[in-house]
């Protein structure tokens, strides 16, 4: 059973950084892309940034481009969204999802994790 684990969210003033974690169980990380995804209150998830299964390719959000970056560490099963120069805007739940057999994770991934909040706020 695939299961994703959030961690790193919490409340930090405009400018400041972050650093979430997905850890991973139940399945082999190395065959799965990974991505990060975000809901603020009233809109809809958006996809932030990918990363494929062996780190080779990334991708990101026009929005968070330059500020973020996705990393994996297939050895601890765990993936990285490092967040720099955070505005309100950011504010959202984060979610880690996994797929296998692509390049990067779609809207219809194959497991999802269970969400942490990032609150950007002075």
């Known amino acids: 059973q695939l299961q994703l684990v959030e961690s790193g969210g919490g409340l930090v003033q405009p400018g400041g950084s972050l650093r979430l974690s997905c850890t991973t169980s139940?399945?082999?990380?190395?065959?799965?892309?990974v991505g990060w995804f975000r809901q603020a209150p009233g809109k809809e998830r958006e996809r932030v940034s990918c990363?494929?299964?062996?780190?080779?390719?990334?991708n990101y959000a026009d929005s968070v481009k330059g500020r973020f970056t996705i990393s994996r560490d297939n050895a601890k099963k765990t993936v990285y969204l490092q967040m720099n120069s955070l505005k309100p805007e950011d504010t959202a739940v984060y979610y880690c999802?996994?797929?296998?057999?692509?390049?990067?994770?779609?809207?219809?991934?194959?497991?999802w994790g269970q969400g942490t909040l990032v609150t950007v706020s002075s």
């Open positions: 990363i494929s299964r062996s780190g080779g390719s990334t």
């Open positions: 139940g399945f082999t990380l190395d065959y799965y892309a």
């Open positions: 999802a996994a797929e296998g057999g692509r390049l990067c994770v779609s809207s219809t991934p194959d497991a």
